[in-house]
């Protein structure tokens, strides 16, 4: 199956918001609630920040949020840090016990 | 705070099998999905598949012909083993509790390169 479509790059001012579309298909991302979002800084793992759509795991700011709308999901990141630098990654469940993931997105804070 | 980490050379030939084994720390392997993931440098994350305790698998379309994944309860590791490897599967390879549809919490990653 092929990659969920991610813009390359995104990027924000300081205390900006920045919005990541990860855009997909009926078959994964219109067709369940499992998407997820993790923000993988330079040589370092993944890190989960967004689980079912729009829930944040313990320890995750709010100023993370997650939203769906059709073959669409996004990524909303508000008052945007420094350490918000960093790449940030999407997956969808595909049906059939498989996964997709994005092609990934490089924030830059200016 | 539950850590996963990766193991298994960092070299293999062409050609040859690619194995790596993940151990878990200050968690029990059972009642969860354990995923493999990888991500080629500088390119996006590629889900490779996942096992549960039992042993139930489920692999990626992607690589179903040549991955086989495995698990040791009593050591608390699970293992995958990637066959016919090109330089195309070169790549950091990270492994993870799944739950929930995502992926909590992963290892630190194991680079592995293919190359004679």
């Known amino acids: 199956q092929s990659a969920l479509t991610q813009p390359p790059s995104a990027s924000g001012s300081p205390g900006q918001s920045v919005i990541i579309s990860c855009t997909g298909t009926s078959s994964d991302v219109g067709a369940y609630s499992h998407v997820s979002w993790y923000q993988q800084h330079a040589g370092k793992a993944p890190k989960l920040i967004i689980y079912?759509?729009?829930k944040r795991p313990s320890g995750v700011p709010d100023r993370f949020s997650g939203s769906k709308s059709g073959n669409t999901a996004s990524l909303t990141v508000s008052g945007l840090q420094a350490d918000d630098e960093a790449d940030y990654h999407c997956?969808?469940?595909?049906?059939?016990?498989?996964?997709?993931f994005g092609t990934g997105t490089k924030v830059t804070v200016l | 705070q539950v850590q996963l980490q990766e193991s298994g050379p960092g070299r293999v030939k062409p050609s040859e099998t690619l194995s790596l084994t993940c151990t878990i720390y200050d968690a029990s392997i059972r009642g969860f999905f354990w995923s493999w993931i990888r991500q080629p440098a500088g390119k996006g994350l590629e889900w490779i598949g996942r096992?549960?305790?039992?042993?139930?698998?489920n692999y990626s379309p992607s690589f179903q012909s040549r991955v086989t994944m495995s698990v040791d309860t009593s050591k608390n590791q699970f293992s995958m083993k990637l066959t016919s490897v090109t330089a195309a599967d070169t790549a950091s390879y990270y492994c993870?509790?799944?739950?929930?549809?995502?992926?909590?919490?992963w290892g630190q990653g194991a680079m592995v390169t293919v190359s004679s």
């Open positions: 079912e759509v729009t």
């Open positions: 993870a509790i799944s739950q929930r549809g995502a992926f909590d919490i």
């Open positions: 997956s969808s469940y595909a049906g059939n016990n498989n996964y997709v």
């Open positions: 096992i549960y305790p039992s042993g139930t698998t």
